[in-house]
């Protein structure tokens, strides 16, 4: 019988969330690395039992650690992510030229065909790369070395590489996005990068139409149909159907915001659906709780614009928790499995794609990331 | 031998349970102490002091014979009675945030 396996990345430590395949009773592990920021947990896909966790702290920095057993134990690999060549700078928050400066790893991305390799994106932005399981990284400079980069400026979370996809179908493709940067896209495995923020429109910049300044909060992408892409920015939600190259506006009926709409941070899609697709709207831009204190996912069936908000099971008074770009993932059984995490320390699981949701656990530190790996 | 106190967190990492004896040839610095430790831990690469610049990080402290070290220069010489093991180099994770 299928397994599930939910990757817990909290404020505070990692844990481990199993259950059969009917996904009602949870076995939980950890904390793992009790104490210390866990930024993203992922499993590989050529491995499941080749896990890669991001573990940071302010005292004593980044290290990343390694299982070969599916998280029962651990070590710890190569922390040195030194950027490539002489920095140079970006621009800081007063607009002044700064120096580029690593500061953690945000999110790690494992290759979907080799195990000892994973992309990884960190703050101050930058794309890095082990072939060797960890051992070492190294930098991708075409990603920060794009002629924009001198000014690219950090978003209230810092200068983040938060968002990774690698195309099933065309391995010299990737996507990446940054805080507060945009999409970008490689044609050619990492050497060059296009910045694919056309048809994005976000009023918080001086041009709202520039080519890069966007704060891309995450984006998604359904296996199948690697050239659609979803994104969820600052605010406004968006579809692309051709890679990038041009976006549209599918926010939709989602809820009113003070004559705005599309805040949130995660979005994801349904591991069958390809045009089935879920974010959580947040209220914002400073509030960053939910709207009317109401925690509620809200599903497309078509790709976009027509949204059901889905409250089954949710809390839908007095809750003002957060939901963090990392934090939404699903599964791949019959019936897919949506998980989410908040800065409340709940994990909130749906078996039935939305329809109705439990919490898998609820008191955990604030969750930072949510993966999930459907075993055999 | 020099005795290195580790704050939890790093004592984890380098796998230990106690303090750390070290072998550390004269001079004996914060410099050649860190690099005696990082030979012997490579694990702790990084966390007491940038992989580059090998400046000690913002929230890490070292303290010795009751004084705070953190802001001499790495190659000053340590106290006597840390050089001769009677008292041990402190590495500290600095009270910070909540």
Same mark, same amino acid.
């Given at each position: ?31 793992? /690395? ?5 930024? @993203? ?18 005292? /004593? ?36 030229? @700064? ?118 909060? @995450? ?10 892409? /979803? ?101 791949? $059984? ?5 998980? /989410? ?22 008191? $955990? ?12 | 031998?020099?005795? =290195? ?18 072998? =550390? ?12 430790? %990082? ?8 966390? =007491?002091?940038?992989? =580059? ?18 802001? %001499? ?26």
């Amino acid at each position: 019988m299928s397994k599930v396996r939910v990757l817990v990345g909290t404020r505070k430590g990692a844990f481990i969330l199993e259950s059969d395949g009917k996904r009602q009773k949870w076995d939980v592990s950890g904390p793992h /690395f009790a104490g210390w920021e866990l930024y @993203h947990l992922k499993g590989s896909p050529a491995d499941p039992n080749r896990l890669y966790a991001s573990q940071s702290s302010g005292w /004593f920095g980044q290290m990343i650690q390694r299982s070969s057993d599916g998280g029962k134990t651990w070590e710890p690999v190569d922390n040195k992510f030194v950027y490539d060549g002489v920095p140079g700078t970006h621009k800081w928050y007063d607009g002044t030229p @700064h120096p580029w400066e690593f500061k953690r790893v945000w999110h790690l991305e494992p290759s979907l065909t080799d195990p000892e390799t994973v992309y990884a994106g960190v703050e101050d932005a930058a794309l890095f790369r082990t072939v060797d399981g960890g051992k070492s990284w190294q930098e991708l400079p075409g990603m920060r070395g794009h002629g924009t980069g001198s000014g690219w400026q950090p978003g209230a979370g810092g200068l983040g590489l938060h968002t990774i996809i690698l195309d099933p179908k065309n391995p010299q493709r990737i996507f990446i996005a940054i805080s507060a940067a945009g999409a970008f896209r490689t044609d050619d495995a990492g050497v060059t990068w296009k910045a694919i923020n056309q048809g994005l429109r976000s009023e918080y910049i001086p041009d709202p139409t520039a080519e890069v300044g966007h704060c891309v909060h @995450h984006v998604a992408m359904h296996p199948s149909r690697p050239n659609t892409l /979803f994104m969820q920015k600052h605010w406004d939600v968006l579809r692309s159907d051709n890679a990038g190259d041009l976006w549209k506006d599918v926010t939709g009926n989602l809820p009113d915001d003070d004559g705005k709409r599309g805040f949130g941070f995660v979005i994801d899609v349904h591991a069958h659906e390809p045009e089935t697709i879920y974010v959580v709207p947040i209220k914002s831009d400073s509030q960053h709780f939910p709207h009317e204190g109401k925690l509620r996912v809200y599903r497309s069936k078509t790709g976009g614009n027509e949204w059901e908000p889905l409250t089954k099971g949710l809390p839908q008074q007095d809750c003002y928790v957060n939901v963090l770009r990392d934090a939404m993932a699903v599964d791949s $059984l019959d019936s897919c499995g949506v998980y /989410f995490g908040t800065t409340g320390g709940q994990v909130y699981a749906s078996p039935d794609a939305g329809d109705s949701w439990a919490p898998i656990v609820r008191d $955990l530190p604030a969750v930072l990331s949510v993966e999930v790996q459907t075993l055999a | 031998m020099i005795t =290195v106190v580790l704050p939890a967190h790093l004592r984890t990492i380098a796998g230990v349970s106690g303090d750390v004896q070290l072998d =550390v040839p004269p001079p004996v610095t914060q410099r050649s102490i860190l690099d005696a430790l %990082e030979a012997r831990y490579p694990a702790l690469q990084g966390t =007491v002091r940038d992989h =580059v610049t090998k400046q000690r990080r913002a929230f890490v402290r070292f303290f010795a014979c009751q004084e705070d070290l953190s802001h %001499e220069s790495p190659d000053a010489p340590l106290p006597d009675a840390v050089a001769s093991g009677t008292e041990p180099f402190l590495i500290v994770g600095a009270i910070a945030g909540g």
